[in-house]
């Protein structure tokens, strides 16, 4: 799940990325209206986290201007305290959910956890053969036992369970996984898959390898 976080304020904006970092989350992160407009229109994200209150282009206008373009990007704006009005305005310009500032960060990340889910169209429990995985939690059991993931195998593991048996390149698993700047971590989506792999081994899916192409995630059914 890759998130896109607009907030112009250095300190909020710091430690909302490290928390949504730690969660698995890629995060990028633009300080004015004029970037995050720039980004949305050239790249792919999940989710976006939008302070209105943002120099350049007012985060109002941000907003219309996605919505504008017809796009059903999931929206979470974050506003200023007295805020009413700007409450209405931005759920009447296309906002899925607010959160007045200042917030507990175990509430921003419920409602991160709602909101991507959300996008998705998909019930809170998927489950496939021995696989069972609470996206509201984001606990996987196989076979009714907690498997243990890491923050990155959870984001991973969330990639695959939205395109079931379909193929995903190698650059989709970096476009969800990879806020700018993580190159590092980026090279080693190999590993993350083969670890993941691993822990999969005895739930009946298996992420299999195609050849030049990326990774599927297979149900139990498929043909091998
Ligand atoms: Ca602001």
New binding site residues.
């Given amino acids: 799940m890759r998130i896109l976080l607009a907030?112009?304020?250095p300190v909020i904006a710091d430690g909302l990325g490290r928390a949504l970092k730690r969660g698995g989350y890629a995060v990028d992160h633009v300080a004015s209206g004029a970037d995050a407009d720039a980004a949305l229109t050239s790249q792919t994200f999940d989710l976006l986290i939008l302070?209105?209150?943002?120099p350049k282009l007012p985060g109002i206008d941000v907003l219309k201007r996605l919505r504008a373009r017809r796009s059903s990007l999931p929206v979470l704006v974050l506003t200023a305290q007295d805020g009413v009005d700007d409450r209405v305005r931005g759920l009447d310009a296309g906002a899925d959910d607010y959160l007045t500032k200042p917030f507990a960060l175990p509430e921003l990340e419920a409602r991160v956890r709602a909101l991507t889910r959300r996008g998705t169209g998909q019930a809170s429990c998927i489950e496939i053969a021995k696989l069972s995985y609470d996206q509201t939690d984001r606990v996987l059991k196989i076979g009714g036992q907690l498997v243990e993931l890491s923050a990155r195998e959870v984001g991973l593991l969330e990639v695959f369970l939205l395109r079931i048996g379909r193929l995903v390149s190698k650059d989709q698993l970096v476009d969800h996984l990879c806020g700018w700047g993580d190159e590092v971590s980026c090279n080693a989506i190999e590993v993350y898959v083969h670890r993941l792999r691993k822990k999969l081994e005895d739930s009946g899916v298996r992420i299999v390898t195609v050849r030049g192409l990326g990774y599927c995630l297979e149900k139990p059914d498929s043909p091998a």
């Fill in positions: 907030e112009d304020d302070d209105l209150g943002l």
